[in-house]
């Protein structure tokens, strides 16, 4: 059973169709990269998935359930719980300036902790995310910056804090959205090297990227969009080795790429 199943996703802005009838899955484990021109949805697909917009049609399943159906109406919190299936990188990484390395990673899982617990239970709670949360500024090699404002970071150190606390509550699947366009070389290195590592521990990620190196080197599956529709969509030694879309054949011919 496929851990995410995508089906016949619609999206509009006023009078322009963004996405026309998306549909994919992937397996658990699966690094899925999404190429293509600006404009091609690649950015409003993500932003459905993660539930920041709303399809006009289509559903989302996670392990075989429902948790989206554009004919059906949901709450407030029902798409806050939906949404937890899912850790959103963005590439202008989205910090809280008035708050730490460590703060930004802590905050939503401090949200998460129960108003009716005594203050002893609540205190030995937040230590708990605070360890988990120095524990995830680890893996992405922060640590000693935890106390660190995003002002004090370089780009690709922010955008390795904005990793962490995608990562901090354990989503499903782990979305990011060009993770190194705002990037010289060297900071999205930092970055891509990150992205990989999550890759041997088994995380289930979404990259949409303009890194063609890292989608044919990195990815199980590239998926390429062109004027709202998955154009080609296969292993990455098929998609660049021989594209079968003049479309696809066209953008990876660039000479910028």
């Known amino acids: ?11 509009s802005f006023g009078g322009t169709e963004v996405l026309r009838g998306i549909g994919f899955s992937m397996e658990k484990g699966d690094v899925v990269a999404i190429i293509g021109s600006s404009g091609s949805g690649k950015t409003t697909l993500l932003r459905c998935i993660n539930f920041l917009e709303t399809p006009d049609s289509g559903s989302i399943s996670i ?13 407030d919190a029902e798409i806050r719980k939906n949404r937890l299936n899912f850790g959103m990188v963005f590439q202008s990484f989205n910090l809280f300036p008035q708050y730490t390395a460590l703060k930004n990673v802590m905050l939503a899982q401090q949200l998460s902790i129960s108003r009716g617990l005594p203050r002893s ?5 937040l230590e708990r995310i605070r360890e ?10 922060l640590e000693d910056r935890a106390g660190a404002y995003p002002c004090e970071l370089s ?3 922010q955008q390795r804090v904005a990793i962490a606390r995608a990562l901090a509550m ?11 366009s705002a990037l010289d070389p060297e900071l999205t290195r930092e970055v891509l090297r990150v992205i990989k590592e999550l890759k041997t521990k088994g995380m289930t990620m979404i990259v949409v990227t303009h890194e063609m190196e890292f989608a044919r080197n990195v990815a199980d599956r590239v998926i390429f969009m062109s004027d709202g529709v ?21 953008f990876l011919s660039r000479p910028e790429l």
């Open 121 to 125: 239970e609540k205190e030995k709670e």
């Open 170 to 180: 354990n989503p499903a699947i782990l979305c990011f959205d060009e993770p190194t």
């Open 230 to 250: 998955i154009e080609e969509d296969g292993a990455p030694e098929a998609v660049f080795g021989s594209p079968i879309s003049p479309k696809t054949r066209a």
């Open 63 to 75: 392990d075989g359930g429902e948790i989206f159906n554009a004919e059906k109406s949901y709450t």
């Open 155 to 157: 780009g690709g150190q």
């Open 1 to 11: 059973m496929a851990l995410l199943d995508i089906k016949n996703i619609h999206k």
């Open 132 to 141: 988990r949360s120095l524990s995830l500024l680890n893996a992405v090699g």
